[in-house]
């Protein structure tokens, strides 16, 4: 009696292992696997190329956004030290997107890799004046400005830390998310 209940409780452990490989495998084909970007730099190309995807009118040229019609660009890359408020010993790396013609456009990309985590946190305080500081010079702007600055998002992973001004700003985050573990 004893032999048959270890030989059924051996063949219910094989049938679960292969269940629980069966159902791993499934769940592994559902959610595919991102790769994991270390830089600064990786991270933003990501971030434009999901742009470049849902906006027909802009097409990422590998550096920056370029209008298709026009084939001009219309964003610049700049360093993270263009911005005000940083403290260049807090960045490991920072890279920022912004409207070439910046005085009508609130529509603004910030990518930065602290130093550790105290850092972090101070940057997430930057991040809080630069929201400040757009409502400040998009202040007589239209309804569609205010809401874009308002609908802004700012997550922090371990050391990296982002702000999107951008229509889509919630598939930019999923980006950064997908990217940065």
């Given amino acids: 009696m004893r032999k048959k209940f270890s030989v059924f409780l051996g063949i219910v452990a094989i049938l679960l292992l292969f269940g629980c490989q069966q159902i791993k ?29 849902t906006n027909a009118d802009l097409v990422f040229d590998g550096q920056t956004l370029v209008d298709v019609e026009h084939g001009l660009p219309h964003f610049e890359r700049v360093s993270f ?39 972090s946190d101070s940057l997430e305080q930057v991040m809080r004046m630069i929201h400040s500081d757009q409502l400040v010079k998009f202040q007589d702007a239209g309804v569609w400005d205010l809401s874009l600055i308002n609908d802004n998002k700012m997550p922090r992973q371990g050391n990296f830390l982002l702000y999107v001004t951008w229509e889509d700003s919630e598939e930019l985050v999923k980006v950064f998310e997908r990217h940065v573990r």
């Fill in 25 to 53: 495998e499934k769940f592994n084909s559902l959610s595919p696997e991102y790769e994991q970007i270390a830089d600064v730099d990786g991270l933003l190309n990501a971030i434009l190329e999901q742009i470049a995807k």
């Fill in 81 to 119: 030290s263009e911005i005000e408020h940083f403290d260049a010993s807090d960045v490991v790396a920072g890279l920022v997107i912004r409207p070439i013609i910046g005085s009508g456009n609130p529509r603004l990309i910030v990518i930065v890799k602290a130093t550790d985590k105290a850092a």
